[in-house]
Antibody
Framework: QITLKESGPTLVKPTQTLTLTCTFS??????????VAWIRQPPGKALEWLAVIYWDDDKRYSPSLKSRLTITKDTSKNQVVLTMTNMNPVDTATYYCAHRTVTTPRQDYWGQGTLVTVSS | QSALTQPASVSGSPGQSITISCTGT?????????VSWYQQHPGKAPKLMIY???NRPSGVSNRFSGSKSGNTASLTISGLQAEDEADYYCSSYTTSSTSVFGGGTKLTVL
């Protein structure tokens, strides 16, 4: 059974760096093809794909946010960390992590999401 | 990359069929057969309904089906039920090896 859960601050100040952790179970980065993606959703708005990291440490970022994002993994802890620099109120959103595979690039299992508010 | 284009809203009566379109470009929807569809109820995480244009994950009703022609993909829901009322998002793999979502469609069951 695959599960994922996001954790991190609920409130960050403008210009600060956001660090979110996705802790998962039911799969491992030791398995070829495995990946974890991050997606966000501002209140009342659409989903936005952010980044993905794969078992072989290949990383892909949304072109519009690439300069602000870093995605890393800790295979031994079954965790993926996303950092986003220079946070702005428009970055207020629910942030989701999701399981993904390289063979069929879909997000098939999702975490519950974590709401991050950017405000001074 | 720009978001895929979806109608903001669609509606239908119970028992009817509806179709939601998702228009992209030759760099995403038109490039691969890697279009997926997600259902999202208020306050909930998205749920995968269709992947690789036409495939349904285990447990998803066969009332949900997908198709693609050129740069436009479609999700059809037949035999509409009240529980189908939700937001629906399409997503596509891109030639940059990233993904992109659509703007979302609110389905209202009348």
């Amino acid at each position: 059974q695959i599960t994922l859960k996001e954790s991190g601050p609920t409130l960050v100040k403008p210009t600060q760096t956001l660090t979110l952790t996705c802790t998962f179970s039911g799969f491992s980065f030791n398995t070829r093809g495995v990946g974890v993606a991050w997606i966000r959703q501002p209140p009342g708005k659409a989903l936005e794909w952010l980044a993905v990291i794969y078992w072989d440490d290949d990383k892909r970022y949304s072109p519009s946010l690439k300069s602000r994002l870093t995605i890393t993994k800790d295979t031994s802890k079954n965790q993926v960390v996303l950092t986003m620099t220079n946070m702005n109120p428009v970055d207020t959103a629910t942030y989701y992590c999701a399981h993904r595979t390289v063979t069929t690039p879909r997000q098939d299992y999702w975490g519950q999401g974590t709401l991050v508010t950017v405000s001074s | 990359q720009s978001a895929l284009t979806q109608p903001a809203s669609v509606s239908g009566s119970p028992g009817q069929s509806i179709t939601i379109s998702c228009t992209g470009t030759s760099s995403d929807v038109g490039a691969y057969n890697y279009v997926s569809w997600y259902q999202q109820h208020p306050g909930k995480a998205p749920k995968l309904m269709i992947y690789d244009v036409t495939n349904r994950p285990s447990g998803v009703s066969n009332r949900f089906s997908g198709s693609k022609s050129g740069n436009t993909a479609s999700l059809t829901i037949s035999g509409l039920q009240a529980e189908d009322e939700a937001d629906y998002y399409c997503s596509s793999y891109t030639t940059s090896s990233t993904s992109v979502f659509g703007g979302g469609t609110k389905l209202t069951v009348l």
